[in-house]
DNA sequence: TCCGCTTTTTGCGAAATGGCAAACTCGGAT
DNA sequence: ATCCGAGTTTGCCATTTCGCAAAAAGCGGA
């Protein structure tokens, strides 16, 4: 028997929003924790789909990899959302890599447990229809942005998305927190880490970001923002 | 009361299977008809989102436009297909605006009835979620095409979507069965008309398409299809 | 403290694509 | 049958972005 669980560790997930007690007792009896270190892959793409997870704690980098080798973000994981839940849409393997970027702590269940919890909870099948229609948005976002914008708008965007999903504020400016290198950045926004280079190096200048190895400084969002803004 | 309408109507689009007669009733009672001629726009961006939809017959595109006026090709909508679900996504709003690009007929329902839908078929959830997981996966197999692959890929793998969303054996080859542009074609693989009109060129010129003014048929998929994979 | 490896920067030339302008071509409306 | 206009093609040049190569800079571990 696994060691309990606190209710508290999944009250506030948004995907278990409206649960009763019971129902979100339930649903705890069948998680297991689980430990990531920096860079275990949670799951790989093109293995079956067997478990979904949420984080706690940390935070991961979803990859997808084509034939060739090239690698695209296509999201990152932060504590509190759920992810792996390719089963529930049917998928019967992931569709990406999971990476724990900092070490981080998830809770686990059997992909085949999804439909005896909707069944037992409708809500949850509300709740899930909305969290991944969130992410059906953004990735039209990010449909819109690679169709329209060059590549330095992109960057601002996807800096300005960072800084919402990790910042934390400092004396110097909002840090991202968590490493992300040129690479992941080139990665988030299909272009090459040269020219994000490029880029930042270039904004460093203005004074807009401060950025070491790994770790990005943006010192002013708003300068940044209507960089990203600005249809020209 | 509006006139009487067979289940058969719903029955087999995706997103009711599974359910009851009498649910499917339930729902057929709560439909009205929704006639729409060629260039009509079902709902606008930014518009709230009173109502969604299925479509019976013809096709849409739904279209985002961003601030500077540049237009991005969302996806189409076939029949079979249900459309303009915002609201079950908690969104308020229409995130597009959706044109039937042929003469069509949809169904259309208040927003406002879909979570008693649900509360009374939880199988709707789940469906609506596999269907939105769908949409997730082909956004994120653009949000790669865009990021990895040249200008002559993207119009390829368009392509190839379309027949198999829309295609029609004929003599010559597979007919699109919808007028298409060239610039919708710019506007679903985020390049200029100019550009697909220069591809494409060259395409008739290697007898892999023929296309006249809004019509396009493929006459060899197969070596498209080797052109949009080839990893060079 | 020094070494080694990853990450970042930078220069330079090439290639892909965009932007503009103009001509052209159909198809449908009158 | 003719005209009009949306849609398409094409040439030319500008610009962005990539690709390759090499050097520089940090960071972490030995």
Redesign the interface.
């Known amino acids: 028997m696994p060691k309990r669980l606190d209710r508290s560790l999944i009250r506030d997930l948004s995907i278990f929003r409206s649960m009763s007690d019971e129902d979100l007792d339930a649903v705890l009896e069948m998680a297991s924790v689980r430990q990531l270190p920096e860079g275990t892959a949670v799951f790989d793409q093109g293995a079956p789909a067997t478990e979904f997870f949420a984080l706690l704690h940390g935070r991961l980098k979803v990859v997808?990899t084509?034939?060739?080798g090239?690698q695209?973000v296509?999201r990152h994981v932060s504590p509190g959302d759920i992810f792996g839940i390719a089963r529930?849409?049917?998928?019967t393997d992931y569709?990406?890599t999971a990476t724990a970027v900092v070490e981080s702590l998830a809770l686990a269940w059997a992909s085949s447990h999804w439909?005896g919890f909707?069944?037992r909870s409708?809500v949850l099948?509300?709740n899930?229809?909305?969290t991944?229609?969130?992410?059906?948005?953004d990735?039209?976002t990010?449909?819109?942005e690679?169709?329209?914008e060059e590549v330095e708008r992109r960057v601002a965007h996807a800096l300005l998305r960072l800084v919402n999903q990790a910042g934390r504020k400092t004396e110097e400016g909002i840090l991202i927190d968590f490493p992300v290198t040129r690479q992941d950045i080139a990665?988030m926004?299909?272009t090459t880490l040269h020219t994000v280079s490029r880029v930042m190096t270039a904004w460093e200048a203005k004074g807009l970001v401060a950025s070491t190895r790994k770790k990005v400084v943006v010192k002013d969002p708003h300068r940044l923002f209507v960089l990203a803004?600005k249809?020209?």
């Open positions: 997808q084509t034939v060739d090239q695209v296509v529930a849409m049917r998928r569709p990406a439909e909707i069944a409708p099948a509300m899930a229809l909305q991944v229609g969130q992410r059906l948005q990735a039209h990010r449909i819109r690679l169709s329209t990665e926004t299909g803004e249809p020209e």
